[in-house]
């Protein structure tokens, strides 16, 4: 399972990730993109505009499907059970967010261990630095854009800074790496 976190100039870096996706991509994505939870959200219709997979809005209890792209809806924290199965929570927040990166990440590395792949791209604030950690201590990958050339660097330099990211990458060469690795683990 591959889990992306952003935040601050997420919707145009998520786009650009998942449009240059295919459709055959074999396991599920689950995202985390920070949202005004006082405002209806269109994002699963931006995002699926621009991506050859479908996108949603993750549903409580939905099983996650390879080729499919689950967005956590404005103000739920999303958790993935050791089944793929998706759940919505409106627990704490969590460094002052909900949707949280860390729980979403932490629960990915819970169920899924060496199979998780996470990526940190743009963001404020150090949401998914916890979590990629987690996600690394079960032997998991850990991917962060490029602080240098993010559009916001918070995210992904707490994620670099935490010592536990493999991939520091410019947002274009994300997709290709997820590609291989995702090859490379189903080999």
């Known amino acids: 399972m591959v889990a992306v976190a952003s935040s601050a100039g ?13 459709s055959s991509f074999p396991v599920p994505i689950v995202v985390v993109q920070h949202l ?4 209806e959200t269109v994002i699963a219709d931006v995002l699926g505009r621009r991506s050859l997979m479908p996108v949603q809005l993750a ?17 739920r924290h999303l958790l993935v059970g050791s089944g793929g199965e998706l759940t919505l929570t409106t627990s704490e927040l969590v460094h002052f967010v909900r949707p949280s990166a860390d729980l ?11 199979r998780a792949i996470a990526c940190v791209l743009t963001g404020a604030g150090s ?5 990629a950690s987690a996600i690394r201590s ?10 240098e050339s993010a559009e916001f660097r918070g995210m992904p330099d707490a994620a670099v800074g935490t010592g536990s990211v493999d ?10 790496v997820l590609v291989g690795l995702v090859a490379t683990r189903r080999a």
């Open 10 to 22: 997420g919707i145009r870096a998520l786009s650009q990730l998942l449009g240059a996706l295919p």
């Open 36 to 39: 005004d939870p006082r405002h």
């Open 59 to 75: 549903q409580p209890g939905e099983q996650a499907q390879p080729g499919t792209v689950y967005i956590a809806p404005p103000d």
């Open 104 to 114: 979403l990440f932490e629960s990915v590395a819970g169920a899924y261990g060496a």
């Open 127 to 131: 949401d998914g630095a916890m979590g």
């Open 138 to 147: 079960r032997g998991g990958t850990v991917i962060a854009e490029d602080p």
């Open 167 to 176: 991939f520091v990458l410019p947002l274009d060469e994300i997709a290709d």
